[in-house]
């Protein structure tokens, strides 16, 4: 009920707003779920609806919290690049061939983007694993003829995508996504 009100859409219109000017990007949701669950913890706690409980919320105020949270987190050493998945090797012909193929699976799937993202992450998922664990035991003989050698793997798909630098260029990826006849908006 607390999501279904003109007050809710402005409160993580404002927050988010607030968020911008301190320099912190968090996903709408996030947001949304952070301004529900403090307004239904002040119903609670006051002991009155949560329609009343909006008379309370502070959009710049939330934005100081959340924003000082997100700076505490990244200064803490237990952060340490919590979240973040290893890069691989710059020019990494894997990656290419799974950039590339977001165009194409674009316009397969009729561009239904959950289906291209969910593509995009099972195979950097998969090339993450190889690149990773190149010892892994449970994979035994499932990675083709090279097997666990990762150096073989690199030559293998390098010769399936001789020009892989391209699709490190975003300007030439855009235009492969705009062949398409799909484009990625940001509402």
């Excluded at 003109?6 to 968090?26: D, I, N, P, S």
């Excluded at 694993?129 to 030559?155: F, K």
């Excluded at 300007?171 to 492969?176: E, H, K, L, P, Y």
Aim: hydrophobic fraction near 40%.
């Amino acid at each position: 009920m607390v999501r279904n009100t003109k007050a809710f859409r402005e409160a993580v219109a404002e927050t988010l707003a607030e968020l911008a000017r301190r320099g912190v990007t968090l996903a709408p949701a996030t947001v949304e779920d952070t301004i529900e669950r403090n307004v239904r913890a002040v119903a609670d706690q006051l002991g009155i609806q949560a329609r009343s409980a909006w008379r309370y919320f502070d959009a710049a105020a939330l934005a100081d919290t959340i924003a000082h949270s997100v700076k505490e987190l990244e200064d803490s050493s237990a952060y340490d690049g919590a979240g973040q998945a290893p890069m691989p090797p710059k020019d990494n012909p894997e990656l290419a061939l799974i950039l590339a193929g977001v165009p194409d699976a674009l316009a397969q799937t009729g561009g239904d983007l959950y289906a291209v993202i969910l593509n995009v992450a099972v195979n950097a998922w998969t090339a993450g694993h190889i690149h990773g664990e190149d010892d892994c035991e449970g994979c035994e003989g499932g990675r083709g003829p090279t097997g666990h050698d990762w150096q073989a793997r690199m030559r293998t798909l390098t010769e399936m995508q001789p020009d892989i630098t391209k699709w490190f260029d975003r300007d030439v990826w855009t235009r492969a996504m705009s062949s398409t006849g799909f484009t990625v908006n940001r509402a």
